[in-house]
């Protein structure tokens, strides 16, 4: 994996973190959740909390209690977003309790996050209805801090993490919908899926029916392919067909030969749909 300068574009900041595309994920997708870190020994062996996001649209928090948070959907101040966030937290760890940090200015040429954290320990998301974690366990959760997590809880898309599948989220919006970060290079997650789509082997088989094959997304360098539920799913009723799927998935990631006339049509229709996030 290359270094950056400050002043450099990295089209995939989460390269070389465990589990990058749940980096993106949360980056991205996932309204509400949260993962340990800890730093390296060079940089304390401090245990912090990721967190989506922060009132006040905070890079990050030092809370009374002493917990630091930092969040990952802030504000990008320079080309690296890693850098970015390195730089807010390594100035939330050395603030006082009660110390809110805004986007840093400049990160300059510091520390990364694949310089600053343990990269050993493994990156495990847990998805929240709300956002009670803003909140010091000792703070006195007064009737405007109530009032406050339940607006913001409320305006929260209803999102959930399926078991067994890595890096895939149902999420209801107007309908519902399966969101399935890849941690593969862009052609190879487009060409597998064409080969199944030319196939009618691209959806997610359920019982009463079958989640459509929408489209897909780049985001933070990787792609998230998107499937449209039947009315009503439920995050369970995803998890085995969504295994079953991601089979055929690393069956067809797996193959090298060329597409065929019927695949490049899928493929060209996939790839017109496709959009950028960022």
């Not at 760890?93 to 050993?120: N, Y």
């Not at 019982?207 to 392919?225: N, T, Y």
Request: glycine share 6%; net charge negative; aromatic share 6%.
């Amino acid at each position: 994996m290359a270094s950056s300068s400050a002043t450099d574009f990295v089209l995939r900041p989460f390269e070389g973190l465990p589990s990058e595309p749940d980096w993106v994920a949360m980056r991205e997708i996932v309204p509400s959740a949260t993962a340990p870190l800890r730093t390296t020994a060079e940089h304390g062996s401090r245990d912090v909390l990721l967190v989506t996001i922060l009132p006040g649209g905070y890079a990050a928090m030092h809370r009374p209690d002493g917990t630091v948070l930092l969040a990952l959907q802030g504000v990008l101040s320079t080309g690296d977003l890693s850098r970015d966030l390195a730089a807010a937290l390594l100035e939330a760890i050395d603030a006082e309790p009660g110390t809110a940090i805004p986007t840093p200015a400049d990160p300059s040429d510091g520390p990364r996050l694949q310089d600053v954290l343990d990269l050993s320990a493994p990156f495990e998301v847990t998805v929240h209805d709300g956002y009670d974690y803003w909140v010091d366990a000792t703070a006195e959760r007064t009737a405007d801090v109530e009032a406050s997590l339940s607006e913001a809880a409320e305006a929260t898309i209803p999102t959930v993490k399926i078991p067994g599948v890595e890096s895939a989220y149902w999420c209801r919006m107007s309908r519902e919908f399966v969101r399935w970060a890849r941690p593969e290079p862009e052609d190879q997650v487009v060409d597998a899926i064409a080969r199944l789509h030319a196939e009618r082997r691209s959806a997610i088989a359920l019982p009463d029916g079958e989640g459509r094959f929408l489209g897909m997304f780049r985001a933070a360098g990787i792609v998230v392919p998107v499937w449209e539920l039947p009315r009503g799913t439920e995050a369970a009723d995803v998890e085995a067909p969504l295994a079953e799927l991601g089979e055929r998935l690393a069956e067809a990631l797996a193959v090298t030969d060329p597409l065929d006339a019927n695949q490049r049509r899928a493929r060209a229709g996939i790839v017109s749909r496709q959009v950028t996030l960022r």
